[in-house]
């Protein structure tokens, strides 16, 4: 999901110096876009066996790293725990699931939608409120409601894509196709991507989902040199406020559309199905498209299954809309849709992008590191009731992503204890603090990079940096000869 801006053509970039960070992506070789998760077409991360973990069961020598600062200046360590920790820790109940209490949650947020839409077209009317302009305040507290319950819908459609919603894979992608479809999301097409940014979360050139800009990127976007970026004066408050409007009205559909935000490795995939291709419009780097990179030839069919799904429900729109009128289906559908869209890209934004989160190059990460650089953040009520916990338990989610979402908060509990200074939340409760979070991230976190000294295996992780003069400066680099 995604950012509006674009690089520029490549005409118009600088020569920049190449990196350690640039030769180590040139060195990843495409047979290595397998991971130890990597499995047979519906199988989870959280279900492969412990013994295929080794990678990650080697405990960390801080010496090797070197000393490394976030962006606010803490001194990170690279985590130290394996997988097996996180698992053994969780009580065994947690990982029970059952379809009724899972449809239940459906059948109440579906009940949710229809009650407000018939209070809203029996009660909202000149007849009953003639002020016009209460009106229209009212019909817009009903996009908002309808929004928020439309994503909880969309939250239990994410539930069944990780195989969380019940112990049967057919109620799942059944419920979860219905249920995505009718948002206008390809459920299969996001449920393959999206397994491969829980198999990714973190890496720099695999992951698929907000994967930051490097220097190197962010430098080449606005034209300038790579030495230069420490230079540079404030990006002022009014163009990080346009960037967010952008990435909060139009990022959901850009990156089904266009994967921007995901990586662009796509040479490397091992079917060779990316070769040649780029993110970006018509590249055929999308979620609609049987062909598409982002995709294994096996999964191609179920690509064509989640397109069909999105045209019976356009068809139904469009038919409704002809019926009843546009206005109304703006007002009743497409308002609410962008408000799902804006809590969507939200969300997984601010899961995913805070000062204190690392990101590693290929050749220093693994499951559990990259596990670990995602963030639980509180929203009140409305996230741990209308959207299920997904906001204030996504460490837990990405360490086990089968554990359902009402038994997430005792597992994530859990695991804190293992993770220790490794978890990371920020509880500021509530719509304000989560408004508050958004726009510190757009701030802070605008590329990442090794801090400024690294030496050895330090180099690979990367921590976020900015031009405005907040947190950690970026490293001063020598010009290019």
């Not at 803490?74 to 698992?87: A, H």
């Not at 086990?400 to 920020?426: C, L, N, Q, W």
Request: hydrophobic share 40%; charged share 20%; net charge neutral.
């Amino acid at each position: 999901m995604a950012s509006v801006s674009s690089a520029l053509p490549e005409g118009n970039k600088p020569a920049l110096r190449r990196t350690q960070t640039e030769a180590t992506f040139d060195s990843y070789p495409g047979t290595a876009d397998a991971s130890p998760f990597d499995s047979p077409l519906e199988r989870s991360a959280s279900n492969t066996s412990l013994s295929s973990l080794a990678s990650d069961n080697v405990k960390t020598d801080k010496a090797e790293f070197g000393k490394l600062l976030d962006t606010y200046g803490n001194e990170f360590e690279v985590p130290d725990f394996t997988i097996k920790d996180i698992r053994d820790a969780i009580p065994a109940h947690c990982f029970e699931r059952s379809a009724l209490h899972s449809l239940a949650h459906v059948a109440r947020d579906i009940v949710y939608l229809t009650v407000t839409f018939y209070v809203w077209n029996k009660y909202v009317t000149p007849e009953y409120i003639p002020m016009k302009a209460a009106r229209v305040v009212l019909w817009g507290l009903y996009t908002f409601m309808q929004g928020l319950f439309g994503t909880g819908l969309w939250v239990l459609a994410h539930e069944c894509g990780h195989q969380a919603f019940s112990p049967s894979r057919l109620i799942n992608d059944t419920v979860g196709w219905v249920l995505h479809s009718a948002l206008l999301v390809p459920y299969f097409s996001w449920k393959f991507s999206h397994s491969k940014h829980h198999k990714a979360t973190g890496n720099i050139a695999r992951d698929m989902v907000f994967v930051p800009r490097t220097r190197e990127q962010f430098a080449s976007r606005i034209g300038r040199f790579v030495h230069e970026i420490s230079e540079l004066t404030e990006e002022t408050p009014i163009y990080t406020l346009i960037h967010l409007i952008g990435q909060q009205l139009i990022g959901w559909p850009n990156y089904l559309m266009t994967n921007v935000t995901g990586h662009n490795f796509h040479e490397r995939q091992r079917e060779g199905r990316g070769k040649g291709k780029k993110n970006g419009w018509f590249t055929g780097v999308n979620h609609f498209n049987p062909s598409s990179p982002l995709y294994e030839e096996r999964e191609a069919p179920w690509i064509i299954v989640s397109d069909i799904g999105i045209a019976i429900a356009a068809t139904a729109l469009i038919y409704l809309g002809n019926t009843f009128g546009w206005s109304n289906m703006f007002v009743w559908y497409f308002l609410p849709y962008l408000w799902v869209n804006h809590w969507l890209v939200a969300i997984t934004y601010l899961q995913h992008t805070d000062p204190s989160l690392p990101h590693y190059t290929p050749d220093q990460w693994n499951f559990v590191r990259g596990a670990a650089a995602t963030i639980d953040r509180e929203f009140g009520f409305i996230g741990r009731h209308l959207l299920h916990s997904i906001i204030e338990t996504h460490v837990l989610h990405h360490y086990v992503s089968t554990i359902p979402f009402y038994h997430a908060s005792e597992a994530s509990e859990a695991i804190k204890k293992v993770m220790g200074r490794h978890y990371r939340a920020d509880v500021q409760e509530g719509p304000i603090g989560f408004i508050k979070a958004m726009w510190k991230a757009a701030r802070w976190c605008q590329w990442v990079e090794p801090t400024e000294g690294a030496e050895g295996k330090g180099k690979g992780v990367l921590f976020y940096r900015n031009q405005n003069g907040l947190g950690v400066k970026p490293a001063k680099l020598p010009k290019a000869n």
